[in-house]
């Protein structure tokens, strides 16, 4: 198998994707922001926090292993898929009676409508999970993009006709079940699999105590951000809850355009060449490196920038999310390397030590959100950056456990990353201030291009290894199409 041409295709075509979404979103965005109200997106926000556990309870991490298992066959998979759709069905239920309790912890009412809808959207993930799963283990990474892209767009369309309708907070939260009906149909007519009916209790029994420990990692954070978003939510109402998730989405459609692309393809590459210990480091830490390589940029630029992005984005009224998105930055820049840590203890087949890190992680975040919470929305975005900086070192040990080297040898890409981040830091804000009396978007485009100026020179002396990986992507993707090879990798038997 040519994992790394495969490799190089799906990060292309992912990144295309991510592109694809996020140019359109963030027009989404900017419209939306400008027809509802901060209330609206903490009310959605409050919601959203809740249904990723009932889509892990539904999967219960079969579409994990699925995607790392040698060789699944049908019983497993047709186990795999009733399973999670009855499972859904069963959960949609459950949501849909315990929504006004959710209610009261969250302090709204207008949650309890929401959520009872966005039920739907269990039972619509949990049919999709086992195709979803067949395209990531095949790296058909090209027909994932294309399909994401298709449903987002149509969802922001439907979203922002909504909103200029007057629907209100349905405008957001249509957009939320459109995007997963039509990506959940694409995946059923794409795969070339249907499930039959039996249901095996052995591969069952087997999915689970693996699925046990993913759901156990995911079923922690999401327990973590339905903690946080009680408590900013009953301690400084819904609207800071708004401005929390400005801030946030802001971070996460830096990183969705630019790195995300990166971890999903690792992981499955990972999987399939954890025999080799040498080459499985060798694939880790030039993964690492070229992670922080492309991350680095647009998160520091966000940081420096943030208070001339967000008016220009999301128009005016968020100026309590300036400060808010500005340390979430920073705290992002620490965690780039968890992203693909992760992936790399799931490709191992060892979820249980991700666990035991997870665990431990998110209880601190949460404890620090707790405490901090009194001081404001700034403080908060500071706990969790304190939280960033011990999880980054407590990693380095854990992994280098995992590839059998030293923590010297995994911190080594992370002396670039500080580097880097601090000259972008320091040009970017002198740029700042020596621009501050000139028009907004003018200091903006200035501050990008010092900033970029920057990165290009720090890497180039620090990293440029990761500059000839790059290279050697986009090369191997062009010999690739030249010689008629499809980006999708079969298993060989």
Known sequence: MDVGRSAAAGVVWMTIQKWAIRVLSFVTIAVLTRLLTPEDFGT?????????????????????????????????????FWFSMTAGVLLCGCLFVLSPLLGVVFGSSGVVPVLQVLSLWVVVTAVGSVPMALLRRDMRFATIAAQGAAAAIVAQIVAIIMAFSGFG???????????????????????????????????????????????????????????????????????????????????????????????????????????????????YLRALQLTYVVLSLPLIIVAVAAPLMIPILFGDGWEQSYQVAQVLVLAGTLSLGAWLDQGLFYGLGKPGAWFVYALIIDFLTLATTVVAVRWGLVSIAVGF????????VVRWFLVSRALQTTPGVIARPFIYLVTVSVCMGAAGWGCKLWTAEIPTWLSLVLIVLVISVVHVGITLLMARSAIRQMISMASRLRLGSRLGFSPRVQEQS
């Open 44 to 80: 959605v926000a409050a919601a959203s926090t809740v249904l990723p556990f009932f889509f892990l309870l539904a999967d219960l991490g079969f579409a994990a292993y699925i995607v790392q298992v040698e060789k699944p066959d049908q019983r497993m998979l047709s186990t795999a």
């Open 385 to 392: 950056l304190c939280v960033a900086t011990l999880a980054t």
């Open 169 to 283: 907070v349905w405008a957001l939260v249509a957009q939320s079940l459109v995007a997963g009906v039509i990506s959940t149909a694409l995946a059923l007519l794409t795969v070339k699999w249907h499930p039959t009916w039996v249901f095996s209790r052995v591969h069952f029994m087997l999915m689970a105590r693996f699925g046990g420990q993913v759901l156990g990692v995911e079923f922690v954070a999401m327990l973590r951000a339905v903690g946080e978003s009680a408590v900013i939510s009953a301690t400084l109402g819904l609207t800071a809850l708004g401005y929390m998730s400005i801030a946030q989405r802001l971070v996460q459609i830096l990183q969705d355009l630019t790195g995300s692309a990166i971890v999903p393809v690792t992981n499955v590459a990972f999987a399939k060449i954890r025999s080799s210990a040498v080459r499985l480091r060798d694939a």
